[in-house]
């Protein structure tokens, strides 16, 4: 563990207000646990969660990984308890291999019809997510720092991993009463979840995942995006402003035909998530730097491949454009991945140690 800088929370705080805090802090949305064993010397993923105390194990490795690497916060998000067999498993080729790899069967859902929604085991808010896990964070999460949280996946993710990609866009076009009751179940069910988590005092950021598009563009266009996904995106939104708390949406893809929808009518106060491909972070801040945070954005493909001595460069880079001004905080464009350079991973973070202290200038 490298214990650079210690953590404080309202460091992160301050980026996500659009301030400048005393040293620019890390942010991801998080590390794969095949990262986490190898640098903590602990097991994570063997960990029986369905028992306290292996949820309290959990919990301590997870503190000791983001306090000991420099983070203000631990990112915890609760899966919710939609079960589903519509997967697909290949080897994880990772060099921090997790042994198999899971993603998403395109072709088949658990829910392609009417019949299949009502027969469905939706879960009611009390049992939707394990609260307990969360409950344990807020008790073991050292007093400098905070809980950056929410649910596991997004309103659009869940729509599309239950109904399966192609059933999916099937239905977007020939059942809206399907489509409608989809987005309308699983987004009461997150706002739900959230309306409890944002009054747990040490979760001090509301946040949501939800990858809405690919390189070229958004999967469902930006009709179908207003209609049935920014409406419920928003409610969490709100939910957190009521409790004076900022919310982070992370989602991947090429953004740019409803990133005003995102900022003026779903109201975030940061978005992470950033691809060189599509739009490099520096044109990000740019851009949206007077509006919103902007959080991370150094290539995971950068990160994963690119030479020790070219990454630095490609790092102090970003951070000298970034970080004037604050409402930037330094991590991947997307995770810590099981196949990045970990060498190249902590050199980024020593980087921000000697590079990120405030004031900064371009």
């Given at each position: ?144 720092m905070g809980i950056v949280g929410g649910v596991a996946g997004g ?208």
């Amino acid at each position: 563990m490298l214990d650079l800088i210690k953590p404080k929370f309202e460091r992160l705080l301050a980026v996500l207000w659009r301030e400048e805090p005393d040293i620019l802090p890390l942010y991801e949305h998080f590390v794969d646990a095949e990262v986490i064993e190898a640098m903590t010397g602990e097991p994570l993923r063997s960990l029986n969660l369905s028992k306290k105390e292996g949820k309290l194990r959990y919990i301590r490795v997870l503190i000791k990984f983001y306090k000991g690497m420099g983070y203000d916060y631990v990112p915890l998000e609760l899966p919710l308890n939609l079960p589903r067999n519509n997967v697909l498993l290949a080897e994880d080729t990772a060099a921090l291999s997790r042994g198999l790899r899971a993603w998403q069967d395109e072709s088949r859902g658990v829910i392609e019809s009417r019949d299949d929604y009502h027969e469905y085991p939706w879960p009611d808010p009390d049992s939707a997510v394990d609260y307990e896990l969360m409950d344990i964070l807020c008790k073991e999460v050292p007093e400098n720092m905070g809980i950056v949280g929410g649910v596991a996946g997004g309103i659009l993710e869940h729509v599309m991993w239950l109904m399966g990609t192609r059933p999916f866009f099937r239905a977007l076009y020939r059942d809206e009463w399907l489509i409608r009751n989809m987005f309308d179940t699983i987004g009461s069910l997150i706002c739900a979840v959230d309306s409890h988590l944002v009054e747990l005092d040490k979760l001090g950021v509301l946040r949501m995942g939800d990858d809405m598009g690919f390189r070229m563009g958004t999967f469902i266009s930006p009709m179908h995006l207003r209609k049935y996904v920014f409406p419920c995106q928003r409610r969490c939104v709100q939910l957190a402003h009521r409790h004076g708390k900022p919310f982070i949406l992370h989602s991947c893809g090429n953004l740019e035909r409803v990133m005003e929808d995102i900022i003026d009518y779903v109201g975030i106060d940061a978005k992470h998530s950033f691809e060189d491909a599509i739009m490099p972070v520096t044109e990000v801040k740019k851009k949206y730097g007077d509006k919103i945070a902007i959080l991370g954005g150094v290539d995971v493909d950068k990160l994963a491949r690119w030479p020790l001595n070219q990454f630095k460069e490609y790092v102090k880079g970003i951070i000298k454009a970034c970080a004037p001004g604050g409402g930037y905080a330094l991590g991947s464009g997307n995770t810590i991945t099981n196949y990045v350079k970990i060498e190249n991973y902590i050199t980024m973070i020593k980087l921000r140690a000697k590079y990120g202290k405030y004031p900064a200038s371009p």
